[in-house]
């Protein structure tokens, strides 16, 4: 196909929605359990303050009540064959996407692979996937090789059941193991295309029901790698821009690319920042090619408009970590004196999220805002510390919002509630162990509470 019709194509299927909050589910859920995320939505036991997130749980609650019809399996495109093709030799990048959208994603799919087929793998280049379609019998693993827009004829080996659970960090793990393994290559890069809640959950899988958290997506990237580091991990899925991602994730990856707000199906992207890279592999720098899809992603998005999105230099995490662990401290010291001031800016900034309870907040915006209404010397100077850390020294490599973001969407944003509730999964992730950020959402909601005259924990006193 020539590169105007392909250009024309790519960019209508924008209109089709990733994981964006209003997209209608798929029909009726199974009442089972994941034991994946095993963290029951509602109160946790023993302090009515922290509360439970299962994105698991919400992604079926909300699919049961924005139900439409769907066939019953989506096939397997392309040609189905015993063995795909061996490695020759190692190559410059291999690069592979994890299409996790057996859920109501599942149209974009075969847009991600057949988008990818255009460009194919070369002699220094090795394009991969591992899909999980919606329905049964359909998850497969493929080498892309080159071929006209708009019919996937690339060779595909169907895994059966090792890759039904694309939900599960076992299945993970074995797809990355597959992919480097089986196609060495200088620089590794693995892609993740499904619905995402940041720490809360990434990779929604229908049937079964089942996600990762943060925690145990990281669990299976590790044991994947087997002690490999990737260069990049992007993901074309929502609300996975966060510090609390990034920290997760530096020891098996330098680069994080994604959003901070909901995304939409990459589309014309893919193809702009793959067809760079395959002009010359052997040239190819990964800080280079992480800035160059911060802006193919960014050009166009759903019904032409720009999406926010960021790459985020995760060698340098911890410095952002060590900064906002001083402003946690500064803040609880702070919070006495100074909690209606500290309230206020913190509810000033807009909120990210798809589901209620689980609010992320740009990290920017938080600390100007943070700044600019509490009077505190010590908690300017941390404010100052994040700034400086973020851009002058690179943590943020490169960013670009949406027009719609009205300055809300600098690059990287941080959970933080402002309801009277903290999630109590939250306190198990890298980032809340190793600062105090959880300590002060804690302390900062129990005085939300006590403002609203309730208990600090929320829960009105029992009445006879």
């Not at 994941?34 to 439970?52: D, E, I, M, Q, Y």
């Not at 999980?132 to 080996?157: C, E, H, K, M, W």
């Not at 925690?215 to 994947?224: I, K, N």
Request: overall charge negative; hydrophobic content about 40%; proline content about 5%.
């Amino acid at each position: 196909m020539k590169a105007s019709r392909l250009i024309q194509s790519l960019l209508g299927l924008t209109l089709l929605v990733g994981c964006a909050p209003q997209i209608p589910g798929v029909g009726a859920s199974l009442p089972r359990a994941t034991g994946l995320n095993s963290f029951s939505t509602g109160v946790a036991k023993g302090n009515p303050l922290l509360l439970t997130d299962n994105f698991t749980a919400w992604q079926r609650e909300d699919e049961a009540q924005n139900p439409v019809q769907d066939p019953p399996s989506v096939p397997v495109e392309g040609q189905t064959v015993a063995q795909l093709p061996a490695a020759t030799g190692a190559k410059t990048l291999t690069y592979m996407t994890y299409e996790a959208l057996d859920n109501n994603l599942y149209g974009d799919l075969n847009r991600v692979v057949d988008t990818l087929e255009v460009v194919g793998s070369n002699a220094q280049m090795n394009l991969l996937a591992q899909t999980d379609n919606y329905g049964p019998g359909n998850a497969a693993r493929y080498f892309l090789q080159q071929g006209a827009f708009g019919q996937i004829t690339s060779p595909n080996v169907k895994i059966g059941d090792a890759g039904e659970n694309s939900g599960d960090p076992r299945t993970l793990s074995d797809a990355v193991k597959w992919g480097y393994n089986s196609y060495p290559a200088r620089y590794n890069w693995l892609n993740i295309s499904s619905h995402g809640m940041g720490f809360a959950g990434v990779g929604y899988d229908d049937n079964p029901q089942s996600s990762m958290n943060i925690m145990t997506f990281h669990q299976g990237l590790q044991a994947g790698l087997a002690g490999r580091k990737l260069d990049i991990v992007s993901f074309d899925a929502c609300l996975m821009s966060t510090v609390e991602v990034g920290t997760e994730l530096q020891d098996t990856t330098n680069i994080l690319v994604g959003s901070e707000d909901s995304t939409y199906y990459w589309g014309y992207g893919y193809f702009t920042t793959m067809s760079r890279i395959a002009k010359s592999p052997a040239e190819m720098n990964p800080d280079q090619v992480a800035r160059g899809l911060v802006v193919d992603v960014n050009n166009k998005g759903a019904s032409n408009q720009t999406l926010t999105i960021a790459a985020t230099d995760l060698r340098k995490i911890n410095l952002l970590e060590q900064a906002l662990d001083h402003l946690a401290g500064a803040l609880r010291k702070a919070l006495p004196a100074k909690s209606a001031d500290i309230i206020r800016a913190m509810r000033a900034s807009q909120e990210f999220h798809l589901a209620s309870g689980i609010p992320y907040r740009d990290i920017n915006r938080m600390i100007s805002l943070v700044k600019q209404n509490v009077q505190d010397p010590a908690v300017a100077a941390a404010c100052d510390e994040i700034n400086n850390v973020m851009y002058r020294r690179g943590v943020i490599m490169f960013s670009r919002a949406s027009k719609l973001e009205n300055g809300q969407g600098r690059g990287l944003s941080i959970y933080l509630p402002t309801e009277g509730k903290v999630s109590s999964l939250y306190r198990q992730t890298r980032f809340a162990k190793e600062t105090q950020w959880d300590e002060f959402l804690v302390e900062m909601n129990q005085a939300i509470n006590v403002a609203a005259g309730l208990p600090p924990d929320g829960v009105p006193a029992a009445t006879n």
